[in-house]
């Protein structure tokens, strides 16, 4: 019990760790042009804080607690707040609520298309096994009637 506990949250807490790493680093900058490396940071926000929110929705989907998208939501919003307040006693770097709406936003991004995996799994997959199936199985006797006339 404790191991799988322990493997459904060191994603979670490792990925914490970079980002908490990266918002350390003082006067970060991507590229040398400043257009160019705000939109690499912009979408660098995005998609870490996508990364965290489905890493809690998988932690928290494993202890089996009500509403896990919801609440891996809430959790990297929190994180994302802590984030920009940690950014505060940073040099060169300061805090910005906008980065909070990017981050859960990003954050939001990464569930929906987490939703949206999850739905196109379960249509597609086989009851009976949980894997995937083709979408339009080829008759075999077609296939062969075709070839023989």
Known sequence: MRSRLLLEWLPVVVWAAVIFGFSAQPDLRFASQDAVDFVVRKAGHMFVFG???????????????RWPMLWAWVLAALYAASDEFHQSFTAGR??????????CAGALIGLGLLAAARALWRRYSSPATGRARMLNPPSTSRRLGRRLR
């Not at 809690?56 to 089996?64: D, I, K, N, S």
């Open 51 to 65: 990364v965290l929110a489905v890493l809690l929705w998988r932690a928290l989907a494993a202890a089996a607690l």
């Open 94 to 103: 300061h805090p910005s609520p906008v980065d909070v709406a990017i981050d």
